[in-house]
């Protein structure tokens, strides 16, 4: 199984600052990468896909960037609805895998 | 719009069998993609379970082998995972998804708000 390692696994942030989150599979998933925000007691939401693409309705102020194992969630100018949890999951080969979260809070 | 809405028993015990139902509207799961079930451990570890795709083919995590069976009723437009022989480890929040491709890359695009099991005699 491809392996995601996700980090950091927690980020404490004030509202307006720009954060990055990493994603490294164990092996080339050649940009088969997706990334959802999960909300408290909610189920998670599609953010990105293939590694840059930016889902329907998602604001501008995030970003995905990488390819081979090495990817990255970037979020501009954080805004109050943009805390919670952050996942990578790949889409080269099944078992599809997610990485292990990073819980964005707020400082 | 599409929306996914899971059922089924929020308490199972011990060797018993977890059956749940995710009943699908807006889109008719004949007509395209592939329908997964994804489930989210206490600690918030996301598995990936199986899925059944619009012509009825399987795909079952190897880490579940032979005790999930991911089937459906295309006459009420739902499809059900049945998880057998289940242990306190199968305590978690059970999601079904739809999978939706672009002609390569695919992702999770709809997800179901979730339904919470539990394991314990």
């Known amino acids: 199984d491809i392996q995601m390692t996700q980090s950091p696994a927690s980020l404490s942030v004030s509202v307006g600052e720009t954060v990055t989150i990493t994603c490294r599979a164990s092996e080339n998933i050649y940009s088969n990468l997706a990334w959802y925000q999960q909300k408290q007691g909610k189920s998670p939401q599609l953010l990105v896909y293939?590694?840059?693409n930016l889902a329907d309705g998602v604001p501008s102020r995030f970003s995905g960037s990488g390819s081979g194992t090495q990817y990255s969630l970037k979020i501009n100018s954080l805004q109050s609805e943009d805390f919670g949890s952050y996942y990578c999951q790949h889409f080269w080969g099944t078992p599809w895998t997610f990485g292990g979260g990073t819980k964005l809070e707020i400082k | 719009d599409v929306q996914l809405q899971e059922s089924g028993p929020g308490l199972v015990k011990p060797s018993q069998s977890l059956s749940l139902t995710c009943s699908v509207t807006?889109?008719?799961?004949?007509?395209?993609?592939?329908w997964n079930w994804i489930r989210q451990f206490p600690g918030n570890k996301l598995e990936w379970m199986g899925y059944i795709s619009y012509d009825g083919s399987n795909n079952y995590n190897p880490s579940l082998k032979n005790r999930i069976s991911i089937t459906r009723d295309t006459s009420k437009n739902q499809f059900f995972l049945k998880l057998n022989s289940v242990t306190t480890e199968d305590t978690a929040t059970y999601y079904c998804?739809?999978?939706?491709?672009?002609?390569?890359?695919?992702?999770?695009?709809?997800w179901g708000a979730g339904t919470t099991v539990t394991v314990s005699s």
């Open positions: 998804a739809r999978e939706k491709g672009d002609g390569y890359y695919v992702y999770f695009d709809v």
């Open positions: 293939a590694a840059t």
């Open positions: 807006g889109y008719s799961i004949t007509s395209g993609y592939y």
